[in-house]
């Protein structure tokens, strides 16, 4: 797509510091990253967010991910990491090219995540219910 950021990486048309390649997954350092070492996985084919993106295609980044995601930590000296997808604008995704996110982290590094809420047993029930019928 011409006017995506993460396109115009793929093509070499915006510099980027590239840590995996393959003919279908492209990997490379996000430019404001939670910490050290948070790389961005993306196919290199133009998808707008993980729903999007073709079965096999979501099979082959989580693949890759296996593949490098050992080498990040060793790189950065982390023993954890977090794998993120902002799926749609409201969980906050702003670049509409599907992509994952390997986070890694360290003690005490500040970065939280999510407070679960408390749901009654007859809401959780009424909502997994409510799934499978969309299934
Ligand atoms: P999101 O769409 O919220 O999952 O996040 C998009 C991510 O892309 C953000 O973490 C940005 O820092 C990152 N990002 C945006 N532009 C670039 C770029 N040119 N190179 C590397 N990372 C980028
Ligand atoms: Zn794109």
Redesign the pocket.
């Known amino acids: 797509m011409s006017d995506c ?1 993460f396109c115009k ?1 793929v093509s070499g048309e ?1 510099p ?1 510091h590239k840590v995996y390649e393959d003919e279908a997954v492209l990997a ?5 990253p939670i910490n050290p070492g948070h790389t ?1 996985v993306i196919p290199k084919e133009h998808h707008n967010d993980l729903l999007d993106t073709p079965p096999e295609l979501q099979a082959k980044l989580i693949q890759v991910i296996g593949k490098i995601a050992p080498a990040v930590l060793k790189a950065v000296g982390a023993l954890a990491f977090n794998l993120g997808v ?1 799926n749609g604008r409201e969980a ?4 509409f090219h599907t ?1 994952f ?1 390997i986070m890694p982290r360290f003690s005490n590094d500040g970065h939280k995540l999510w407070h679960g809420k408390s749901l009654g047993q007859e809401e959780l029930s009424k909502i997994s219910q409510t799934i499978q019928k969309h299934l």
């Open positions: 950021i990486i915006i980027s490379f350092l996000d430019i404001h961005l902002n906050g995704q702003i670049i992509h996110h």
